[in-house]
């Protein structure tokens, strides 16, 4: 008996022995969040829960070239008037994101933000990613008769957005966009009960097809009373992603980029036609 | 044959004679761990510094690994292309276990050369290898740096592309790592 007991200490010590040397392998975060829920930090022209990292610097060119309508005389809308958004955001911390922008449309910059609020993780424990953006704008076209509060515009989303598989992720948007001054000038009829405050329901999709190509919807329908002459946004595009770029190209109902515009001032309606070609370019920097 | 007593005393002695060969075990868990890509007219670096493991002097054996998902270059998304190439779902760690091909004097105070020969695993493909290196005694610690180069494709690792240029396959690692004594 009691040489099976020395032989089994014996066994024992031999088996633990080699094994005292390996050191455990141990995540450094067991629940990694999901990632890439949508490729660029937008969807097309409105905001998605893709968050910028600290210290990465996104450069973006947002051009939305006039209505296809124009047929080959207007060579499809790329000799018409355009509008343009050039910006840069910064990731100040994983989930502070600060921006800034100026567009064409109305001369105006913007000021922007988003905040993440938490992340989907990979195994289910926070089902959704959520984050808060908003932005603050101003309009710099010439008019005498425009203080400078008259000038500003805000928006602000509730970015919820949820990766169903490799392949789809899906957002839902509660977003308000306010106008201290409605652009009637924007309408093709004139605007007859211009709304400064306008509230609508953003929903956008992303279907992957390869590590390269993704497939983008966007449309924004408005909830609530809105100006006349003013239709819900809507666009299809791809993003292609190159490592350092993403470029989408797009079929946009808008021409707009900044969200209060896109909301409150698009007048075209993609379903009718009104549908213009347009590219966002990203390109991340290290800083 | 074998009374009680006596197997104490075999126990005891056994434990008596692990005791002093764990006391020279030096490990840590925030070391760094950087590697070099190459692209034409550009190199990029990824540094993680969540290099764990250790070294026990007293049989010369080497054991460390890295989280590769903690691996970051300074652009989030070369980060996401990365942990796609490398399969982390799958494959989190990056892994070296082997042993001291030389000896080191825990006395002297000045850097003194270090090789290591063992398997190092990564993407769950295992190569040996042999890595040189320092390591220097800095009170009761030793700072350990070893350099060496890997083939991504002995790796069954598929370079990334970028645009329309791909990462060099050889990628050159270095370790830098503070242990201290367990």
Known sequence: ?287 | MFPKRRIQVLFFLLLFTAIPAQAQRYGTETGRVEFTSRVPLHTFTGTSDHLSGEIDLADGSVDFFVDLETLQTGIGRRDRDMRETLETDSFPFAEFTGRLLTTFNPQASGAQQARVQGSFKIHNVSRTITASGTLQKTGNQIRMIANWEINLKDYEITPPRLLVVRVNEVQAVRVNALLSLR
């Open chain 1, 1 to 287: 008996m009691t040489l099976r007991r020395a032989l089994l200490f014996t066994v024992l010590l031999l088996v633990a022995m080699p094994t005292w040397g390996q050191v455990e392998r141990v995540r450094a975060d067991p629940h990694p969040p999901v990632e890439d829920l949508f490729k660029a930090p937008t969807i097309i022209s409105t905001q998605s829960v893709t968050a910028l990292p600290a210290g990465n610097l996104n450069v973006t060119i947002h051009h939305a070239f006039a209505s296809i309508g124009a047929g080959t005389g207007g060579l499809f809308g790329l000799d018409g008037p355009a509008n343009i958004r050039i910006g840069i955001d910064v990731g100040v911390t994983d989930w502070l994101s600060v921006g800034v922008g100026r567009s064409r449309f109305d001369r105006q910059y913007d000021i922007r933000s988003k905040l993440t609020v938490f992340r989907q993780r990979a195994n289910g424990s926070i089902p959704l990613q959520v984050a808060l953006s908003g932005n603050a704008a101003a309009t710099t076209v010439h008019s005498d008769d425009m203080d400078f509060v008259d000038r500003l515009s805000y928006g602000g989303a509730l970015l919820i957005a949820r990766r169903f598989s490799d392949r789809l992720s899906v957002q839902v948007a509660p977003m308000v966009g306010h106008a201290n001054t409605v652009f009637v000038q924007r309408a093709p009829n004139g605007l007859l009960t211009p709304e400064n405050t306008v509230f609508a329901i953003g929903l956008g999709a992303q279907l992957q097809v390869s590590s390269y190509l993704s497939l983008l919807a966007e449309y924004v329908p408005v909830v609530g009373p809105r100006s006349d002459g003013t239709a819900n946004a809507m666009a299809v595009g791809v993003a292609i992603d190159t490592g350092g770029h993403v470029f989408q190209l797009f079929l946009s109902g808008s021409p707009y980029a900044v969200e209060q515009q896109t909301l409150g001032q698009n007048s075209d309606n993609f379903f009718d036609g009104d549908i213009r070609l347009g590219f966002t370019v990203n390109r991340v920097f290290g800083l």
